[in-house]
Antibody, heavy 122, light 110 residues
Framework: QVQLVESGGGVVQPGGSLRLSCAAS????????MHWVRQAPGKGLEWVAF????????YYADSVKGRFTISRDNSKNTLYLQMNSLRAEDTAVYYC???????????????WGQGTLVTVSS | SSELTQDPAVSVALGQTVRITCQGD??????ASWYQQKPGQAPVLVIY???NRPSGIPDRFSGSSSGNTASLTITGAQAEDEADYYC?????????????FGGGTKLTVL
């Protein structure tokens, strides 16, 4: 069965950096695009970033563009999110999610991890 | 606008039918997907595309779209359907390669 397991969350000071990981199993990771989605405490979902199956294209929400970098290692079945210049408003649970469509972007997210909490606070 | 707009809260009597709507410019060109989220849990995809249900989603969940509005209908709502529901589609502000979520609708089953 498909499993997505996030790690790397924690408490970081404003201006700091953090790298999240998402370990994937149960499907051909190298054939599907992947997303990061976040949810601030008590708030709704916010789409953060997408990376194409082969890493050739990456798209970002305006709120994180220039500060966050999505990447993947298909040999390790792992997705990453490098977060720099963190702000208080980046505090959220970060979910990785699999795109439903083989190869291309559909924005239909058919499997989600359980999330990892990032807290930006001094 | 790149936004998707949902009613913050909707209620339905047990066994009755409820429709949750999502409005946005991008819905004129792209289908939405719908997610159910219960407290402390990750979201679950319930409807995507024109009206497709992933394996394991009950057939009381259905989707439709008209103009700039996408709808999620639950026919014969059950107590376990009480949850937050989010729509998702593409950004309509110029870059259709970005995603956007609606603000969510809290469904209460009475």
């Amino acid at each position: 069965q498909v499993q997505l397991v996030e790690s790397g969350g924690g408490v970081v000071q404003p201006g700091g950096s953090l790298r999240l990981s998402c370990a994937a199993s149960g499907f051909t990771f190298s054939s599907y695009g992947m997303h990061w989605v976040r949810q601030a405490p008590g708030k709704g979902l916010e789409w953060v970033a997408f990376i194409r199956y082969d890493g050739s294209n990456k798209y970002y929400a305006d709120s994180v563009k220039g500060r966050f970098t999505i990447s993947r290692d298909n040999s390790k079945n792992t997705l990453y999110l490098q977060m720099n210049s963190l702000r208080a408003e980046d505090t959220a649970v970060y979910y990785c999610a699999k795109d439903l469509r083989l190869g291309e972007l559909s924005l239909f997210l058919d499997y989600w991890g359980q999330g990892t909490l990032v807290t930006v606070s001094s | 606008s790149s936004e998707l707009t949902q009613d913050p809260a909707v209620s339905v009597a047990l066994g009755q039918t409820v429709r949750i709507t999502c409005q946005g410019d991008s819905l004129r060109s792209y289908y939405a997907s719908w997610y159910q989220q219960k407290p402390g849990q990750a979201p679950v995809l319930v409807i995507y595309g024109k009206n497709n249900r992933p394996s394991g989603i009950p057939d009381r969940f259905s989707g439709s779209s008209s103009g700039n509005t996408a709808s999620l209908t639950i026919t014969g709502a059950q107590a376990e359907d009480e949850a937050d529901y989010y729509c998702n589609s593409r950004d309509s502000s110029g870059n259709h390669l970005k995603g956007v979520f609606g603000g969510g609708t809290k469904l209460t089953v009475l």
